[in-house]
């Protein structure tokens, strides 16, 4: 009878191994779906401020270029309504 006792402690203890890892495996997945959640907000919430100070920096340095050569060789250029310009190299 020990025999099948020991199987048996083997059995459940093989069982609750495999529910701990399922579990664990749940909470991993529950917790990437929060992670990834939480970044597209943040990223929805801070995307514009981003490319607002991206756009502002690039039109500082062609300012400074502009500047130092004294000389209007970037042309700015919308690319649409409500956005940002860039900047065209002129021929």
């Known amino acids: 009878m020990t025999a099948g006792k020991n199987s048996l402690t ?9 529910a701990q890892e399922y579990l664990a495996a749940k909470l991993s997945e529950e917790g990437q779906r929060y992670e990834d959640k939480v970044n597209l907000e943040a990223a929805i ?11 502002d920096t690039v039109l500082a340095h062609c300012r400074d270029w502009h500047a130092v050569t004294g000389e209007q060789s970037l042309n700015l250029q919308g690319n649409g ?10 021929p």
């Open 45 to 55: 919430a801070l995307g514009p401020r981003v490319w607002k100070r991206l756009a």
């Open 81 to 90: 309504p409500g956005r940002s310009a860039y900047p065209v190299r002129r």
């Open 10 to 18: 083997m059995a459940d203890e093989s069982a609750k191994r495999a």
